[in-house]
C-alpha cells in the first residue's frame, strides 16, 4: 500500500494551525521526523501559519517514516492579515471624518449660506463617511460568509475616496437645481447638505446613475425631425430611377404556372 498525508494540500488563513496525519492502507502510521520548507512553524504533525503575511505563502510538510517519506502543501493566505488592516483603516477614516463633521457644524454655527467653501467641504467629509459605512457593510458580510478575497481590499479603502469626490458633486448639482424640486431640498441647510451627501456615499452606485441621467439630459442630442431632407431625397431618387434586372427564364416560367393553378383554383 502507498503511503499518504492527510490532507494531501490544504489553504489557511495566517496565524491558523492544522495537523496532518500520515497513513498506509488508511491506517495510521508513526512518523520519524518531520520537515518543513517555507515560512511557519512545525511541530510533530502540526503546522502553523505564520501570522503576518501579506501575499501567499506556499510551504511544503515532509514526514519520514520507515516505509518511507511522504509530502503535502500548505498555502496561507493573507485574508486575516488585510482584514485588519482594512478594519484599522475604517476605524481611523471614520473617528477622523466624525470629529471633521463636528468641527464643522461648530465653525458654520454663525456662518452664513454664501461659504461655498464650508458647504463643500461638508459634503465631501458626509459622502466619505457615507462610503465607509458602505464599505463596513459589505466587509462584514463577505468574512462572515468567509468569501472575503485579499484581492478586492483596493476596493474597500478606496470607498471613503470615491464618497468624498461623489458628495460635493451631488451638492453642485442639486444647488444648481439640474435634478429635482428646488423646493424639496433646502441645499443652504447644513443639515439637508449633510444627510444628502452622506446618503449619496451610502448609496453610491444609485447616485453615479443620477449623474448618468443629468448628463443624459444636459447633453442629450435632439432627434432631426426635418422632412424631406437632403440625404432621403437622394435615396429616394436613386431607388426609383434603378432598374430591376429580368428574372431568369426558369423562374419566370414558374411564377406564371403558379399564378395559373390560383387562377385555376388549385
Request: aromatic share 8%; with cysteine.
Amino acid at each position: 500500500m502507498a503511503l499518504e498525508m492527510e490532507p494531501r494540500s490544504a489553504t489557511v488563513n495566517s496565524g491558523d494551525a492544522i495537523a496532518f496525519v500520515v497513513k498506509d492502507g488508511g491506517a495510521p502510521v508513526p512518523v520519524e521526523s518531520w520537515e518543513l520548507s517555507g515560512g511557519g512553524t512545525l511541530r510533530d504533525g502540526v503546522f502553523t501559519a505564520p501570522k503576518v503575511v501579506l501575499q501567499s505563502v506556499r510551504s511544503v510538510v515532509t514526514a519520514r517514516t520507515a516505509a518511507g517519506s511522504v509530502a503535502a502543501e500548505v498555502t496561507t493566505s493573507p485574508v486575516n492579515q488585510w482584514i485588519m488592516l482594512l478594519a484599522a483603516y475604517f476605524a481611523l477614516v471614520v473617528a477622523g471624518g466624525v470629529w471633521g463633521v463636528f468641527w464643522l457644524f461648530e465653525l458654520t454655527k454663525n456662518k452664513s449660506a454664501a461659504e461655498g467653501w464650508l458647504f463643500l467641504l461638508m459634503s465631501a467629509l458626509c459622502g466619505g463617511l457615507g462610503s465607509c459605512l458602505h464599505g463596513i457593510n459589505s466587509l462584514t458580510a463577505y468574512v462572515g460568509a468567509k468569501q472575503f478575497q485579499s484581492s478586492w481590499s483596493l476596493y474597500y479603502m478606496a470607498r471613503p475616496l470615491v464618497g468624498g469626490i461623489l458628495g460635493p458633486m451631488m451638492f453642485l448639482v442639486f444647488r444648481s437645481n439640474l435634478v429635482g424640486n428646488p423646493q424639496q431640498v433646502n441645499m443652504n441647510d447644513w443639515l439637508a447638505v449633510a444627510a444628502l451627501t452622506g446618503i449619496s456615499g451610502l448609496f453610491a452606485d444609485k447616485a453615479v446613475e443620477k449623474l448618468k441621467q443629468v448628463v443624459d439630459v444636459v447633453f442629450s442630442v435632439p432627434k432631426d425631425e426635418r422632412p424631406n431632407k437632403l440625404g432621403e431625397g437622394q435615396q429616394k431618387q436613386e431607388g426609383a430611377g434603378e432598374q430591376q434586372a429580368p428574372a431568369p427564364e426558369g423562374e419566370a416560367n414558374a411564377g406564371t404556372e403558379e399564378v395559373k393553378k390560383k387562377g385555376a383554383g388549385a
